[in-house]
């Protein structure tokens, strides 16, 4: 079992910087693939950002160029670097552990607000 504790959520303005994290427990951490998914209200829930295991990303269309996933595999977390916001970014944020076909798991979600 794997939980996962995210903090970073919060009010900014659109233009602003956020760092979203997300600290797992359990020792196997660095076996699983991370993600980062958002929704916002009225809409499906949707990939941000991966990491694998081994390291290569891949990232929504919508924000490419202004979010960086990243990982600290000796901490157990991942993070969510989210520069530039828009106001469409505004969204509950996710963060997702997967390996393997059937073991993943969400957490709680941190909400993001960005005013125009």
């Known amino acids: 079992q794997v939980q996962l504790v995210q903090s970073g959520g919060g009010l900014v303005q659109a233009g602003d910087s956020l760092r979203l994290s997300c600290a797992a427990s359990?020792?196997?951490?660095?076996?699983?693939?991370m993600s980062w998914y958002r929704q916002a209200p009225g809409k499906k829930r949707e990939l941000v950002a991966r990491?694998?295991?081994?390291?290569?990303?891949n990232y929504a269309d919508s924000v490419k160029g202004r979010f960086t996933i990243s990982r600290d595999n000796a901490k157990n977390t991942v993070y969510l670097q989210m520069n530039s916001l828009k106001p469409e970014d505004a969204a509950v944020y996710y963060c997702?552990?997967?390996?393997?076909?059937?073991?993943?798991?969400w957490g709680k979600g941190t909400l993001v607000t960005v005013s125009s």
């Open positions: 997702h552990a997967k390996r393997g076909v059937f073991m993943e798991y």
């Open positions: 990491m694998s295991d081994a390291g290569s990303t």
């Open positions: 359990g020792r196997t951490f660095s076996s699983y693939a």
